[in-house]
């Protein structure tokens, strides 16, 4: 087959993206020749900010490096720009006069930034903020100079803004308007950010129209039209971009504001086509990146003969954002008028403001700061149409109504979008991870294209891979950092606790400078954890911890949960059974199983009825969902079997009672045996406990599960007492040096059996360790029966979430 040959000018991200879903459809369909007019391989625009502000480096954000162009077969001509278009030839030629010919073009050539047309934009010192050079060039300026001046209060504005302060610049931000991002927020957010941004430096100039840029040859100042003036050392135009359409103009193409395509994106010239900020659909150019990859899976299906290609009839998107540290969302329309009704949430001292805007019924609007944890089931709710009159307030916009749902997966809906960017839903990652085998964030980005553009759903990505792989996820593979929140590891987080004398989750991020304003479902629990492992009096962050621990009960995949009520060494009763058998008739639970633990569950519970039915069940909580002490396992010892040599049920018992509730960095699990029969499978516990002949033998690091690990022999004892001293030091050390979610199957590999021997060989540790396992088992109470009499837990955790829409 004899190739065809196609040419694109721009080597961005739209184009570029248009090329990889080509050589997804057709790889051996075409030559392909990309003109780039920067030096670099193509490379994420959206994260320049970061670069700006010191947080990441050019080669980081580097989407496609040169040898993907090489492995290929891409022929690539980097700062090189295409200067004339001979459509009826089928030619392009370049600066460096090169002519190529085509048969097929791709216009990529993006947008430019606008620079005022006023006295003084051509001097040394003005720069537009767009793309890499621009940042080199205010990175370069910063070394020696310490005023700027920033022209525009929107989202690049503000981003330059934040990099220069980075870079020890003193920075005024110039704003024709007097509220910020004024296309995104509406005026309450718009203040509450304006406010944080002077809290970190930020001087505004707001309602001010600029006149000129003072100066010799280089930027001296800045004068407005009401006659005031700043001085300058650099100015940085931020406010807007214009399409580059020149070169198509020029060729006969028809344009407008930018190059006028079809739902097939193609131009008024046959087999010429535009993708991206250059390009005008229905007369709207996009700017976003989600949309501008939209355009490219269509273009890519176009230009391969695709039959059915399906059309592109515009983006409705949601623009997630984040303004120096600050998060933001909004999506839809911003102020209200007299055909809406406005639900909203202004907790001023967290610094949280979520608006949603009903019409008939239906969401027409969102906009979020500070907290975005909602923003997907909102956006979905709204692209939907869902019909939300008969949900209620406090459950549909309170972070502690909403966020069990908001942050965790396993209640999200496959079509849930998790990146915005790159238009990837929940089950297409999913998907991926069974498909492929996939078991890290840059393997998900690398097959799915998630994360791959502002990077801030990898978290959630992250949280989906565990969620997904279960077991089988290996924390260890991630990077040491807890999560992609912060930089700090473990150790230094511990460190910093105790030396700072940090007391809860939302101090810790703030104080060690968290990149997430509200974290991730990764570092929350284990902040969570560590804070109650360093203070025995700690008072837990609920809203901190998973869902299953959130709402004390397993979720299961279909949205109903598990009751597990606690059976204390496996021994139960007839009154408990009678109670199980009612409840379970009453609700009309679909199954009661025995579980591997020695336990009886109910399963398919609605959420809305745990309270009532732990009510009436009027036992413990097994604790069947938590990292704490989950089962210990009996056989039924000397009291009735006649190999038995000690009485394992009433050492289990005990075990049990005095441990239940105690938070751990995973789950734990131990059995009690009274003879080396083994029956209660001591020793693939946790903490496995055998009798012997005159006493007790303890093994610990077992694991039954996917990894199955024999226990290793710790050490043999004598009583009941020095089983209760040993295991109750083992725990403690296990709780102060294992990191959040590591079994301890996985901790003692790490450590080595023989220094947690010698840890245990010394008394004065052991003492030590059990008065601070001890003043820390004083905390705790048992949940279900707090969620019964207490109405706030009730309403916060367990309602049905409505949202009542006030009548017409």
């Known amino acids: 087959m004899v190739k065809q040959r196609l040419v694109m000018i721009g080597n961005g991200m739209a184009g570029v993206r248009t090329i990889e879903e080509i050589l997804k459809i057709r790889r051996e369909q075409f030559d392909i020749t990309i003109f780039g007019k920067e030096p670099h391989p193509n490379y994420n625009r959206i994260q320049l900010s970061t670069v700006l502000q010191g947080d990441t480096t050019i080669n980081d954000i580097i989407l496609n490096d040169w040898n993907w162009y090489k492995e290929n ?24 006069g090169r002519e190529t010919v085509f048969d097929k073009l791709i216009f990529a050539t993006g947008s430019s930034p606008f620079i005022l047309p006023i006295p003084g934009a051509e001097k040394n010192g003005v720069t537009g903020f767009r793309d890499i050079q621009d940042c080199e060039t205010m990175i370069q300026v910063a070394k020696t100079k310490k005023r700027a001046v920033v022209i525009g209060g929107g989202l690049l504005g503000l981003e330059a803004a934040r990099g220069l302060l980075n870079l020890g610049m003193e920075v005024d931000v110039v704003h024709l308007l007097e ?105 709207i150019v996009y700017g976003l990146v989600a949309p501008l990859y939209e355009q490219a899976k269509v273009l890519a299906n176009k230009i391969c003969g695709v039959n059915n290609t399906k059309r592109y009839e515009g983006s409705f998107t949601g623009t997630q954002l984040k303004v120096a ?31 949603v805007l009903i019409r008939d019924k239906h969401i027409v609007g969102i906009v979020l700061y500070g907290n975005t944890d909602d923003s997907t089931r909102l956006f979905r709710m709204m692209i939907k149409q869902e019909d939300i009159h008969d949900m209620t307030n406090i459950a549909f916009l ?39 085998g996939l078991t890290s964030v840059a393997e998900v980005g690398n097959c799915t294209n998630a994360g791959r553009s502002c990077g801030r759903c990898k978290p959630l990505i992250s949280t989906i891979l ?34 700072k004398r940090l007391t809860n989750v939302k101090e810790v991020m703030h104080v060690l400078g968290w990149n997430q304003i509200e974290g991730c479902s ?28 959130k709402i004390h009960a397993n979720i299961q995949k279909d949205g109903t949960f598990t009751v597990v009520p606690r059976m204390y060494g496996g021994v139960t009763n007839a009154e408990d059974l009678r109670k199980i058998a009612n409840v ?73 009672k005095r441990f239940e509730r105690l938070d751990t960095p995973h ?49 043999t004892v004598k009583s009941k007492e020095d089983v209760y001293k040993i295991v109750g030091a083992y725990l403690q050390y296990y709780r102060e040096t294992a990191t959040y979610l590591e079994r301890t199957s996985k901790w003692i590999e790490r450590l080595g059996l023989n220094h947690i021997k010698d840890i245990l060989a010394n008394e004065n540790m052991v003492k030590g360790l059990n008065t601070r396992l001890n003043k820390t088992l004083e905390r705790y109470n048992d949940p279900w029966s707090l969620a019964i009499v207490n109405p706030t837990i009730r309403e916060s955790y367990y309602a049905k979430q409505t949202v009542n829409v006030p009548a017409e």
């Open 73 to 96: 077969n891409i022929t690539l001509f980097t700062g090189e720009e295409i200067v004339q278009i001979d459509a009826e030839r089928k030619i392009v030629i370049s600066d460096l």
């Open 179 to 283: 509220t910020l991002m004024e296309k995104q927020l509406d005026e309450t957010a718009s203040n509450m950010l304006e406010k944080e941004l002077s809290r970190q430096g930020m001087n505004f100039l707001k309602g001010k129209q600029t006149a000129e840029i003072t100066g010799n040859d280089r930027v001296e100042g800045v004068r407005f039209t009401d006659g005031t003036e700043v001085t300058a050392d650099l100015v940085v135009m931020a406010v807007g971009i214009v399409p580059s359409i020149k070169l198509a103009k020029e060729c006969g193409i028809y344009t407008n504001r930018g190059i006028v395509v079809n739902d097939f994106m193609e131009t008024s010239i046959k087999n010429i086509f535009a993708v991206g900020e250059c390009a005008e659909h229905r007369e």
């Open 325 to 355: 540290d600050v998060n933001l969302y909004s999506a839809g329309e911003i102020f209200e008028d007299n055909t809406t009704k406005a639900i909203k949430v202004h907790n001023e001292f967290d610094g949280i403001y979520k608006k």
């Open 398 to 436: 309170q972070a502690e109504g909403a966020k069990a749902e908001a942050t965790d997966v396993s209640s999200m809906h496959d079509d849930e979008l998790i990146c915005g960017c790159n238009g990837v839903t929940k089950g297409t990652i999913v998907s991926a991870i069974h498909s492929h």
């Open 466 to 499: 565990e969620h997904t792989l279960g077991e089988q996820f290996d924390s260890s593979a991630l990077k040491e950092t807890i999560c992609s929140c912060t930089t700090y590891s473990r150790e230094e987080i511990i460190a910093e606790i105790r030396d």
């Open 522 to 549: 990764k570092c929350r629990p284990a902040l969570n954890y560590y804070l109650g492992m360093i203070y025995p009096d700690y008072h837990d962050d609920r809203d901190s911890r998973l869902v299953n621990e």
């Open 584 to 656: 379970a008739e009453k609700y009309e639970i679909p199954l009661v199983k025995l579980t591997g633990g020695q336990r009886i569950a109910l399963m398919g519970v609605n959420k809305e009825d745990l309270p009532n039915i732990w009510q009436e069940l009027g036992m413990p909580s097994g604790y069947a969902y938590g990292k704490t002490l989950r089962t210990v396992k009996t056989c039924v010892g000397s009291r009735f079997c006649r190999y038995g040599t000690q009485d394992s049920m009433g050492l289990g018992i005990e075990l049990e």
């Open 667 to 715: 789950k734990v699990k131990m059995g009690v045996s009274a003879c080396p029969r083994n029956c209660a499978e001591s020793g693939i516990k946790d903490v496995g406990i055998v009798g012997i002949d005159g006493g007790w033998e303890i093994y610990v690091g077992g694991n039954g599960g996917t990894d199955l690990r024999a226990g290793e022999l710790l050490v």
